[in-house]
Structures are given as structure tokens and as C-alpha cells.
């Protein structure tokens, strides 16, 4: 069983950026796209990015695309997360999770490993 755990969230200001991390246990992160959701207050959790296992396939939800930019270091089992030009609608809880399989996804309920989050909270 993977654990998943993130860290790099805080306050930015809105037009800063921030760098999230995911460090993965175990010996088959390489083995396994991974990707990004965010979680609003009262909003559904909503797919950010996601990347394949060896980090040769990215796709990105419109409303981070030219901003984020997801990548891993199979070496180090980590996932990381870039995220540029800040808005306050990008304030969310963000989680990572493991996908199904090697290519990645943007389906929720593809991925059945998850990280515990890390608040992300932009000001205007």
C-alpha cells in the first residue's frame, strides 16, 4: 500500500507562485502515473494534472494550463507541482494521488491512492 504524503502549501499572494511536493513510500512509484486535484470549500474535488510514469505525457485542466507545471523524480519518489501567476480562485485544498495504471488520467475515481492534502490558500 503506497502512502502519499504533501507538503509546500501556505499564503501566497495572488500573481506569486508555490511548489508542491508528494513524497511517495514504497518501490512502485515509478511504476504508476500520478496527479494533482484541488478541493475548494464547498466545492467537488476537481481534477489539476496528471502525469505518465516517466513523465512523458502531462495534461493539465484549462484553468491551470500555461500556469502549473507538473513533474517527477522517479528517483527520489517524489511528484511535484509548480504553480505560477497565482489567483485567489486557485485556493484550495490540493491532493495527490496515485493513478491505476502507467499513462495517467483526469477521472477521479481512476486514482484509488491518495495523499492526506496540503491547503493552499491565495489573497488578492
Known amino acids: 500500500q503506497v502512502q502519499l504524503v504533501e507538503s509546500g502549501g501556505g499564503l501566497v499572494q495572488a500573481g506569486g507562485s508555490l511548489r508542491l511536493s508528494c513524497a511517495a513510500s514504497g518501490r512502485t512509484f515509478s511504476s504508476y502515473a500520478m496527479g494533482w486535484f484541488r478541493q475548494a470549500p464547498g466545492k467537488e474535488r476537481g481534477f489539476v494534472a496528471t502525469?505518465?510514469?516517466?513523465?512523458?505525457?502531462?495534461s493539465y485542466a484549462d484553468s491551470v494550463k500555461g500556469r502549473f507545471t507538473i513533474s517527477r523524480d522517479n528517483a527520489k519518489n517524489t511528484l511535484y507541482l509548480q504553480m505560477n501567476s497565482l489567483k485567489p480562485e486557485d485556493t484550495a485544498v490540493y491532493y495527490c494521488?496515485?493513478?491505476?495504471?502507467?499513462?495517467?488520467?483526469?477521472?477521479?475515481?481512476?486514482?484509488?491512492?491518495w495523499g492526506q492534502g496540503t491547503q493552499v490558500t491565495v489573497s488578492s
Open positions: 494521488a496515485r493513478h491505476r495504471t502507467a499513462l495517467g488520467g483526469t477521472g477521479l475515481y481512476e486514482y484509488p491512492s
Open positions: 502525469i505518465s510514469w516517466n513523465g512523458g505525457s502531462t
